[in-house]
C-alpha cells in the first residue's frame, strides 16, 4: 500500500474516532522494523487479531502513522508465521513529527488487566440492578410472611373463641 494512502487512511481514521479535533495537532511519527525478519504490526484498538490496519513490514522498512500528543496508541507486532512478539506504542507526550518507534522496543502486550470506563460502568449497573432485585424478593418475602402471620393469628383467635363459645 502506497504511503499516502496509509497516511490518508490513518488520518481519516483518526478524525472520525473523534481523536482529532480543530485545536489538536496531528504529526507523523514511523514505525521502523530495525530488526532481521519480516513482521506483521496491526492496529490494536480493540482486538488486535481483527485490526483493519495491517501493515506487512520487511526488515529494514519503515510505516508513517499519524498520531495526536497525549494519547496511547498501541500496536502487536508479530512474525508473518503469527508468534506474538509484543507491542510498541506510540504515545508522545508533546507533538514529535518525524519521530521514529522501532519494532526492537516491542514489550508485552496490556492485557485484560487495563478496564475500560464503560466496562466498570457495565459492572456497577449490573451490581445496582442485582440488589434491587434482591431488596425486592426480601421484602415482599417478608410480607408474605407477615400476611401468613396475621392469617395464622386470626385463625388461631376465631379457634380460641369458639372453644370459649360453645
Same mark, same amino acid.
Given at each position: 500500500m502506497?504511503? /499516502?494512502? /496509509?497516511?490518508? /487512511?490513518v488520518s481519516l481514521t483518526l478524525l472520525v474516532c473523534g481523536s482529532a479535533s480543530a485545536e489538536t495537532e496531528v504529526f507523523s511519527v514511523s514505525i521502523v522494523n530495525d530488526t532481521a525478519s519480516n513482521v506483521v504490526v496491526r492496529d490494536c484498538a480493540d482486538f488486535c487479531s @481483527? @485490526?483493519? $490496519?495491517t501493515l506487512n513490514l520487511q526488515s529494514g522498512s519503515r510505516a508513517p502513522i499519524n498520531r495526536v500528543a497525549g494519547a496511547?496508541?498501541?500496536? +502487536?507486532?508479530?512474525?508473518?508465521? #503469527? =508468534?506474538? $512478539?509484543?507491542?510498541?506504542d506510540l504515545y508522545? =507526550? =508533546?507533538p514529535s513529527p518525524g519521530a521514529s518507534v522501532p519494532i526492537s522496543r516491542a514489550r508485552p502486550c496490556p492485557g485484560p488487566g487495563r478496564t475500560s470506563r464503560g466496562a466498570i460502568g457495565l459492572g456497577i449497573l449490573v451490581a445496582l440492578t442485582i440488589a434491587v432485585v434482591v431488596y425486592r424478593?426480601?421484602? +415482599? #418475602? @417478608? %410480607?408474605? +410472611? +407477615? *400476611? %401468613?402471620?396475621?392469617?395464622?393469628?386470626?385463625? *388461631? *383467635? %376465631?379457634?380460641n373463641s369458639s372453644q $370459649?363459645?360453645?
Open positions: 502506497p504511503r /499516502l494512502t /496509509l497516511t490518508v /487512511l @481483527s @485490526s483493519p $490496519l496511547h496508541k498501541y500496536f +502487536s507486532v508479530t512474525t508473518v508465521g #503469527g =508468534a506474538r $512478539l509484543g507491542c510498541v508522545f =507526550a =508533546a424478593r426480601r421484602r +415482599s #418475602g @417478608s %410480607q408474605r +410472611s +407477615s *400476611s %401468613q402471620r396475621n392469617s395464622s393469628e386470626r385463625n *388461631s *383467635s %376465631q379457634r $370459649l363459645n360453645p
